[in-house]
């Protein structure tokens, strides 16, 4: 018999004729053996018992290439009932033909045929395609308790609003278990369940193919095109430190890691303003904000010439305050741009003042050069400045008002200024029990003090003038503060709680929780290597030798396939913005990272409190504690490469 209609693995559909001028990638299928030796066996009680036969796959030269059949190659067949399957002998069998057994793809693929990184996204897509048009229906589970028995879930209400009755065709839950795709996840089974349609992976193949690639899934994947240039504007950084309002800190970090996000993508990203006041650039250093410092004023003549001939008549101005050269009426240009934009409605007149026009200089030049950090090295042509960018205004709620005034302003004296200006509002800062008169640099004294008792608690002494500790009470510091100010949606309220208990190693929220996570992982490592220079231990075998099979603990598919797995996906959520989307304001997912370490950081925190990674030191014991430390070399990577998104650094310990 020849099955037909088959997906195998690697996409070669040996039922699809090729397509004519098609480059053939993958060699015929001749299958075998004999119908004889996969019926079903008959068991001591007379009954027929369902069993999985093998069918193995063979060639010759002539018909699957001189390299011969793939290596390692098997697909077990499960039998659904109890007859004998009739095979028939010497004519191909139509798809109506096929006896009824379900496929699932039991050995390892070789690395040739499975090279293409794994996707949840990629994988959530062929899911909904597989059910035919209609909205997405697939989930993908993340507790523990859900994934013991499935990791995507299709649910009965949607099922039945996609299927009437909410039977799923027999042929749709075929498509389904024998889905294939590039970054499409091995599919082991799917079976209705009271819950919907369930569907569990081949998760050996998926810890196979994941930890034999782990920098593919550290990284985003970079998009050809990476989208337009990106101006981002942080007006808070105009001031000096010590007027720095906790709102404005919240800005000023949202905009550095956005920064930061877009970079990894590949967009050409440019910060304004360029930093003057030296304090300023000391304060960014110390919280770790990558920003850049300033050279010489742009130049504001052609701003001042266009304000002049726009400013109000004389007789009309009235008595101006000093240091102001006119008045510019917005008030017809608010109307133009539609109050359904987002605009206050009550703005009408801006006072211009050289300050002003300096803003707006640095904004001009901004856009009408290329950044000169670009990741990529991308350069904008010379005629398309304004059209190639878009400036992303990242403001607390209290600068949001003088912003649009500013936005307005600059689409009034420059012909050339940007239609794409987005406004990413951050919400208010509230702290719970203090003034709201604390500034930044006191709420920076405040977690660095915090973060010395604590340490001096613990070991008994001061260390904080211990030159080896300074940068590792630094760090904490601006973590704490970072997690606390960007584990909130931006536009959110914020409310802080200061109390010492708050920058707890043992807290579950905070980011020296992540942080202490992140020592515990070097010094597992670090464990291992002395007791590997120690002899206790061999050296770390090829990966492509690991035996991954053996990663059984619930914790471990948890670390995978909630933290490594979507750790792509997740980077790309957090540099995505609208870009097209109509009105003035614009969202961005900056919260995420912070949640996603905070998570992994209680998933591994767990893990190695209940699992002994570094065993014994007898060989029967070291295929499993190889594979376990090749899973923690991902979850290790995927959470240096997470905080360095957030600008902090990996600590080795605390």
Avoid at 258 to 282: F, I, K, Q
Avoid at 547 to 565: A, R
Avoid at 566 to 576: K, V, Y
């Amino acid at each position: 018999m020849e099955p037909t209609g088959l997906m195998l693995p690697g996409g070669f559909n040996p039922d699809r004729d090729p397509v004519p001028g098609e480059a053939s990638t993958t060699p015929p299928i001749v299958w075998g053996p004999s119908p004889s030796q996969v019926r079903p066996q008959t068991g001591s009680n007379g009954r027929r018992r369902r069993r999985a036969g093998t069918v193995a796959v063979s060639g010759t030269p002539g018909n699957i290439g001189e390299g011969g059949p793939p290596r390692g190659l098997q697909i077990a067949l499960q039998w659904r009932d109890h007859r004998q399957i009739p095979f028939p002998a010497n004519r191909s069998s139509r798809k109506s033909d096929l006896p009824t057994f379900c496929f699932r793809f039991r050995s390892r693929l070789p690395v040739a045929m499975a090279t293409s990184r794994l996707g949840v996204g990629e994988t959530l897509g062929a899911l909904n395609a597989a059910l035919g048009p209609g909205g997405p229906v697939w989930l993908k589970e993340t507790r523990a308790r859900h994934l013991r028995a499935r990791d995507f879930l299709a649910p009965r209400r949607a099922l039945q609003a996609r299927f009437g009755d909410g039977q799923v065709p027999e042929r749709v839950v075929h498509a389904v278990a024998g889905l294939q795709g590039p970054g499409v996840a091995p599919v082991l089974r799917c079976a209705p369940t009271p819950a919907g349609l369930a569907l569990q992976l081949q998760r050996s193949a998926v810890f196979e193919r994941v930890l034999g690639a782990v920098a593919a899934y550290a990284a985003p994947a970079v998009s050809a095109s990476p989208g337009p240039r990106v101006i981002l504007h942080c007006p808070a950084l105009r001031g000096a430190p010590c007027a720095l309002r906790l709102s404005q800190l919240r800005a000023v970090l949202v905009a550095d890691h956005l920064s930061r996000a877009l970079h990894t993508h590949g967009v050409s990203v440019r910060l304004v303003p360029a930093v003057r006041d030296p304090h300023m650039l000391t304060f960014l250093q110390q919280l770790r904000v990558d920003w850049s410092a300033a050279s010489e004023r742009a130049a504001t003549e052609a701003l001042r010439s266009s304000a002049f001939a726009k400013l109000t008549p004389a007789n009309d101005r009235g008595a101006l305050p000093l240091g102001v050269l006119g008045r510019v009426c917005l008030k017809e240009l608010v109307e133009e741009r539609g109050r359904t934009a987002g605009y206050d409605p009550n703005l009408d007149n801006c006072l211009v003042t050289e300050d002003l026009l300096s803003v707006l200089a640095e904004l001009q030049e901004a856009v009408q050069h290329s950044p000169e950090d670009s990741s990529l090295g991308l350069a904008a042509a010379p005629d398309a400045h304004a059209d190639s960018c878009m400036v992303v205004h990242v403001v607390s709620c209290e600068e949001e008002f003088q912003q649009q005034k500013l936005d307005l302003l600059w689409w009034k004296l420059d012909d050339q200024a940007p239609l794409r200006q987005k406004h990413l509002v951050c919400g208010p800062v509230k702290v719970a029990g203090a003034p709201d008169t604390l500034t930044a640099p006191e709420y920076y004294e405040l977690r660095h003090a915090q973060v010395c008792k604590a340490s001096a608690l613990k070991h008994g002494r001061d260390l904080a003038q211990d030159p080896a500790w300074t940068e590792t009470f630094g760090v904490l510091a601006v973590a704490s503060i970072k997690f606390e100010m960007l584990s909130t949606a931006p536009q959110s309220q914020l409310l802080l709680a200061l109390a010492d208990s708050s920058i707890s190693t043992k807290g579950t929220k905070s980011g020296t929780f992540v942080m202490y996570n992140c020592a515990r992982l070097a010094t597992l490592f670090e464990g291992y290597k002395r007791n590997m220079e120690q002899g206790l231990y061999p050296t770390f075998p090829a990966v492509n030798s690991l035996d991954f099979s053996l990663l059984q603990d619930e914790g471990e598919w948890l670390l995978l396939f909630n933290s490594v797995l979507p750790f792509p996906d997740l980077l790309s959520q957090t540099a995505a913005l609208a870009c097209t989307a109509p009105g003035l304001h614009i969202t961005a997912r900056t919260e995420m990272v912070c949640k996603f370490l905070v998570q992994l950081s209680m998933d591994f925190s767990s893990y190695y409190n209940r699992v002994h990674i570094l065993g014994e030191p007898r060989p029967h014991l070291f295929d499993q504690m190889f594979a376990r430390l090749q899973l923690l070399r991902a979850v290790r990577k995927v959470l240096h490469t997470g905080l360095a998104m957030l600008g902090l650094p990996p600590l080795s310990h605390i």
